[in-house]
């Protein structure tokens, strides 16, 4: 089964390779990593795709929460909250195919960002379900080749992964 973790951490240097290496000793396999600033410059939060049952969840989560950088693990379920990726597509086109694969990426709201002789090459946001609709429904045409980011996500509604971290402490003072 697939869960989404946002986890709040630390910005500073070292912060993604030690919550990577976490992964990596216990064995635990990252599907999606995706890692950005927040709107504090004193924090990033990263986005991590596993599979696993709920135990198997439960005991990342747990181990996330012991290294010292982690402020917050959330888990968000799907209905809960909002997930993004993008994703870059080369298509061969031809002044033949070209109008077929434009209006086909406009029925999906991809943006054409770069054009050539011979391919186009166009930039989609959305979930996976989306991205992976518009990619088999090109996949004929031809794709020359493709590149997606890790998921980000955030909670629906008004609580958000700081409301989580608030009575947690960091180094033995308060956090926010």
């Not at 950005?36 to 410059?41: N, R």
């Not at 795709?49 to 402020?71: A, C, H, N, S, W």
């Not at 888990?75 to 694969?101: N, Q, W, Y």
């Not at 979930?127 to 992976?132: A, E, I, R, Y």
Request: no cysteine; net charge negative.
């Amino acid at each position: 089964m697939r869960h989404v973790l946002s986890i709040l951490v630390r910005n500073e240097s070292g912060v993604l390779v030690r919550v990577a290496s976490m992964f990596s000793r216990r064995e635990f396999n990252i599907d999606s990593l995706s890692v950005g600033v927040t709107e504090t410059k004193e924090f990033s939060r990263i986005t991590v795709v596993v599979y696993g049952d709920e135990e198997l969840i439960d005991q990342m989560t747990k181990q996330l929460k012991k290294l010292p950088d982690v402020i917050e693990v959330q888990s968000l379920a799907a209905g809960a909250a909002v997930f993004r990726g993008m994703t870059l597509i080369k298509v061969r086109a031809d002044e033949r195919t070209r109008l077929d694969v434009l209006k086909m990426a406009e029925l999906f709201r991809a943006h054409v960002i770069d054009v050539q002789t011979t391919t186009l090459m166009f930039e989609i946001t959305g979930d996976d379900q989306k991205v992976t609709a518009f990619l088999e429904l090109i996949k004929p045409y031809g794709i020359a080749e493709t590149i997606r980011t890790g998921l980000v996500a955030l909670e629906r509604g008004e609580n958000t992964i700081y409301d989580h971290a608030e009575e947690r402490e960091y180094y033995g003072k308060n956090l926010l």
